[in-house]
Protein backbone atom coordinates (compact mmCIF):
# COMPACT_ATOMS: atom_id res chain seq x y z
CA UNK A 1 0.00 0.00 0.00
CA UNK A 2 1.65 3.53 -0.95
CA UNK A 3 1.10 6.34 1.24
CA UNK A 4 1.01 9.59 0.36
CA UNK A 5 2.86 12.92 1.34
CA UNK A 6 -1.11 14.07 2.67
CA UNK A 7 -1.13 10.64 4.93
CA UNK A 8 1.93 10.92 6.36
CA UNK A 9 1.90 14.67 7.43
CA UNK A 10 -1.94 14.39 8.73
CA UNK A 11 -0.66 11.13 10.54
CA UNK A 12 2.43 13.65 12.20
CA UNK A 13 -0.20 16.56 13.06
CA UNK A 14 -2.55 14.19 14.88
CA UNK A 15 0.01 13.07 16.93
CA UNK A 16 1.58 16.51 17.32
CA UNK A 17 -2.21 18.03 18.80
CA UNK A 18 -2.72 14.61 20.71
CA UNK A 19 0.80 15.42 22.87
CA UNK A 20 -0.25 19.29 22.90
CA UNK A 21 -3.36 18.28 24.21
CA UNK A 22 -2.39 16.03 26.88
CA UNK A 23 0.35 18.39 28.13
CA UNK A 24 -2.09 21.37 28.38
CA UNK A 25 -4.58 19.12 30.50
CA UNK A 26 -2.31 18.42 32.56
CA UNK A 27 -0.98 22.08 33.18
CA UNK A 28 -4.92 23.17 33.60
CA UNK A 29 -5.02 20.55 36.06
CA UNK A 30 -2.17 21.86 38.41
CA UNK A 31 -3.99 25.91 37.81
CA UNK A 32 -5.86 26.63 40.83
CA UNK A 33 -9.55 27.58 40.25
CA UNK A 34 -10.44 30.70 40.64
CA UNK A 35 -12.35 31.11 43.62
CA UNK A 36 -16.56 31.94 43.23
CA UNK A 37 -17.72 35.73 44.26
CA UNK A 38 -18.09 36.33 47.60
CA UNK A 39 -15.87 33.60 48.88
CA UNK A 40 -13.74 34.30 52.15
CA UNK A 41 -10.30 35.89 50.85
CA UNK A 42 -7.23 34.20 51.07
CA UNK A 43 -5.98 33.57 54.67
CA UNK A 44 -9.21 33.68 56.31
CA UNK A 45 -10.12 30.84 58.54
CA UNK A 46 -13.11 28.64 57.71
CA UNK A 47 -15.45 27.08 60.05
CA UNK A 48 -14.94 23.41 60.88
CA UNK A 49 -17.39 20.61 60.44
CA UNK A 50 -18.60 19.02 63.62
CA UNK A 51 -17.66 15.18 63.02
CA UNK A 52 -19.77 12.65 64.74
CA UNK A 53 -18.44 9.39 66.01
CA UNK A 54 -20.98 6.64 65.97
CA UNK A 55 -18.48 3.65 66.51
CA UNK A 56 -15.75 2.54 68.71
CA UNK A 57 -13.60 0.35 70.12
CA UNK A 58 -13.78 0.90 73.71
CA UNK A 59 -13.32 -2.48 75.51
CA UNK A 60 -16.59 -4.01 77.01
CA UNK A 61 -18.05 -7.20 78.07
CA UNK A 62 -18.23 -9.55 75.73
CA UNK A 63 -21.31 -9.82 74.39
CA UNK A 64 -22.92 -6.23 75.01
CA UNK A 65 -25.84 -6.53 71.81
CA UNK A 66 -26.78 -8.78 69.42
CA UNK A 67 -24.22 -8.97 67.45
CA UNK A 68 -20.63 -8.88 68.73
CA UNK A 69 -17.69 -7.86 67.42
CA UNK A 70 -14.53 -10.64 66.77
CA UNK A 71 -11.22 -9.44 66.72
CA UNK A 72 -9.10 -11.79 64.52
CA UNK A 73 -5.82 -10.25 65.49
CA UNK A 74 -2.33 -12.55 65.27
CA UNK A 75 -2.52 -14.17 68.37
CA UNK A 76 -5.89 -15.59 67.83
CA UNK A 77 -4.89 -16.60 64.14
CA UNK A 78 -1.71 -18.25 65.91
CA UNK A 79 -3.73 -19.84 69.01
CA UNK A 80 -6.50 -21.34 66.35
CA UNK A 81 -4.00 -23.01 64.51
CA UNK A 82 -5.11 -22.76 60.70
CA UNK A 83 -3.37 -23.14 58.08
CA UNK A 84 -5.38 -20.88 55.23
CA UNK A 85 -7.89 -18.10 55.26
CA UNK A 86 -10.38 -20.59 54.65
CA UNK A 87 -9.94 -22.94 57.57
CA UNK A 88 -10.05 -19.66 59.44
CA UNK A 89 -13.30 -18.29 58.23
CA UNK A 90 -14.70 -21.77 58.41
CA UNK A 91 -13.94 -22.40 61.97
CA UNK A 92 -16.17 -19.21 63.30
CA UNK A 93 -19.65 -19.71 64.27
CA UNK A 94 -21.26 -16.63 62.19
CA UNK A 95 -19.17 -17.72 58.68
CA UNK A 96 -19.26 -21.37 58.70
CA UNK A 97 -19.78 -21.78 54.59
CA UNK A 98 -22.92 -23.92 55.34
CA UNK A 99 -20.74 -26.61 56.73
CA UNK A 100 -20.55 -28.25 60.43
CA UNK A 101 -17.61 -26.75 61.86
CA UNK A 102 -14.98 -29.12 63.17
CA UNK A 103 -15.57 -27.97 66.68
CA UNK A 104 -19.07 -29.44 66.66
CA UNK A 105 -18.36 -32.79 65.52
CA UNK A 106 -17.55 -33.91 69.58
Known amino acids: ?6 SKSFG ?16 FAQAPAAPPPGAPA ?5 EAERVIVTGSNIPTA ?8 TNLNRDYIEKTGAISVEQLLKDQPINN ?3 IPVANNG
Do not use: Y
Open 12 to 27: QHVAIIGVLMFVSSTA
Open 42 to 46: TGATA
Open 1 to 6: MRTTWF
Open 97 to 99: SNS
Open 62 to 69: EEVGPNPV
